[in-house]
Each structure stands twice: as structure tokens, then as C-alpha cells.
């Protein structure tokens, strides 16, 4: 099997920074974890709120904590630290090579998606977002590492995407056309859900979009060199 990971996100339009974070770590145990956090509101404020967050996640992950754990401790923190009065939405993506599965962390009313041959698996229990309740929980799903599996996780500037003229951008549908059976390559599912919202809002985004794509795909090259690449206008 090889991991493939994608990641598409623009700002809200006239807004010149974007409240959404996306990081990555290696697990000390084997394995990698991808942190995709939204900030209250959108702009540099919204970043602050969005890095504080992924970093205090992703430092706890690359110490050997587990997923559950390291998102409750990222809400602790930020209740502590802003007294209960700003929120965040997280979602924790891991490949953990100890157990072999998939882990999946939600605090994020925006629904996470798996594609598999048998279907698309739409992962949109009730969650609360970070930082408001002293109580709050990730809501979690351990999955079996097997591939084709295709994991879709993304902010709200996809759902509210279209709404300044009352249109909606209907995700299953398509996963269903791009992704069939989950045996996609993570850039091109990524791309394709960026540029439909993109599209929707008319070039001009509602909201801060990001998109995270975690595949999991049938080895098909030669060797085991790990590759890295970024686009990142200036």
C-alpha cells in the first residue's frame, strides 16, 4: 500500500489570509497524523485561533498521544487561554501503524467522507467544536488500513459554497463520479471538490475553503522513498 495525502484551500474573498490550518507530523510509533483546523471567523484573527489550536494537536501527536486525547487537550487549551469566548473546528486524520487502522477524529459539524469499493461512507454524527464547552469530546471512528480507502475531511467554505445564489455543492454525488470504488489518486479528489465550490462561489469564495484528502492506494511504484510536494503562491 502507499499513502498519498492532498491538500486544496483558498481564502475567503477580500480576506487576506485565511482562518483555516492543515499540519502533518510523524507518529513516533510509525505512521503519520494530518490536523485541519478552522478559526472562529475568517482573517488573521481566525488564524491565530486556527494555529493555536493545530499546534498544541500536532506537538501532543508527535509525543506518542493518542488522538482522542490530544483533541481534548487542544480544546482544554483553548478554553484556558481565551476563557471560553472563541471556538475552532478540528479534525484529526492518522495512519497508525501500530494498530493498523485509520483513526478519525471529528469536532466539526461539517460531515467527514470514506470511500471504499463498497461505497461512500458519510461520517456526520453529532459533534461539537472546540474551545466553548468544558466537556467536549471528538467524536472518533478506527477504521481498518486497507486500500483503496479514499478519506475526504474539509472546512466550511464547502458547504456554505454557492450560497450567494442559493445553490449547494453536493459532495456524495461527486465522490461518486470522481472517486469511484476509492481507487483515486488524493491530489485529483482534492482538486475536483476545491474547484466545484470554487466554481459555485464564482471565483470568489463565501468562506475559507480547505480540503484534506488521506488516500490509502495500492503500491504501485518501485521502492520505498517518501516524497513531499508543495505549491504555495507568493
Known amino acids: 500500500m502507499i499513502l498519498q495525502v492532498a491538500v486544496a484551500k483558498i481564502n475567503k474573498y477580500s480576506t487576506p489570509e485565511s482562518g483555516d490550518t492543515v499540519e502533518m507530523v510523524e507518529r513516533p510509533q510509525g505512521g503519520m497524523s494530518f490536523v485541519l483546523v478552522d478559526g472562529q471567523r475568517s482573517g488573521r484573527s481566525?488564524?491565530?485561533?486556527?494555529n493555536m489550536v493545530a499546534r498544541k494537536?500536532?506537538?501532543?501527536?508527535?509525543?506518542?498521544?493518542?488522538?482522542?486525547?490530544?483533541?481534548?487537550?487542544a480544546h482544554d487549551y483553548l478554553v484556558t487561554h481565551r476563557q471560553g469566548k472563541v471556538s475552532a473546528t478540528l479534525n484529526i486524520v492518522s495512519v497508525d501503524m501500530v494498530s493498523r487502522t485509520l483513526v478519525l477524529s471529528r469536532n466539526n459539524h461539517c460531515p467527514m467522507y470514506v470511500v471504499r469499493p463498497d461505497g461512500i461512507t458519510t461520517l456526520d454524527e453529532?459533534?461539537?467544536?472546540?474551545?466553548?464547552?468544558?466537556?467536549?469530546?471528538?467524536?472518533?471512528?478506527?477504521?481498518p488500513l486497507k486500500?483503496?480507502?479514499v478519506v475526504v475531511v474539509f472546512t466550511d467554505g464547502i458547504l456554505s459554497?454557492?450560497?450567494r445564489?442559493?445553490?449547494?455543492?453536493?459532495?456524495?454525488?461527486?465522490?461518486?463520479?470522481?472517486?469511484p470504488g476509492g481507487?483515486?489518486?488524493?491530489?485529483?479528489?482534492?482538486?475536483?471538490?476545491?474547484?466545484?465550490?470554487?466554481?459555485?462561489?464564482?471565483?470568489?469564495p463565501v468562506d475559507d475553503i480547505s480540503v484534506l484528502v488521506v488516500a490509502v492506494l495500492p503500491k504501485q511504484t518501485i521502492g520505498n522513498a517518501r516524497r513531499l510536494q508543495v505549491e504555495f503562491p507568493l
Open 57 to 73: 494537536a500536532i506537538g501532543l501527536l508527535a509525543e506518542g498521544v493518542r488522538d482522542g486525547a490530544a483533541a481534548r487537550a
Open 147 to 149: 486500500a483503496p480507502t
Open 161 to 163: 459554497a454557492g450560497s
Open 46 to 50: 481566525a488564524k491565530r485561533i486556527s
Open 183 to 204: 481507487n483515486t489518486p488524493a491530489q485529483t479528489v482534492a482538486d475536483a471538490l476545491y474547484e466545484a465550490a470554487h466554481t459555485l462561489d464564482d471565483g470568489r
Open 126 to 143: 453529532p459533534s461539537q467544536q472546540v474551545g466553548i464547552y468544558r466537556n467536549t469530546k471528538p467524536v472518533v471512528t478506527e477504521l
Open 165 to 179: 445564489h442559493s445553490r449547494k455543492l453536493d459532495v456524495p454525488a461527486l465522490l461518486a463520479d470522481i472517486c
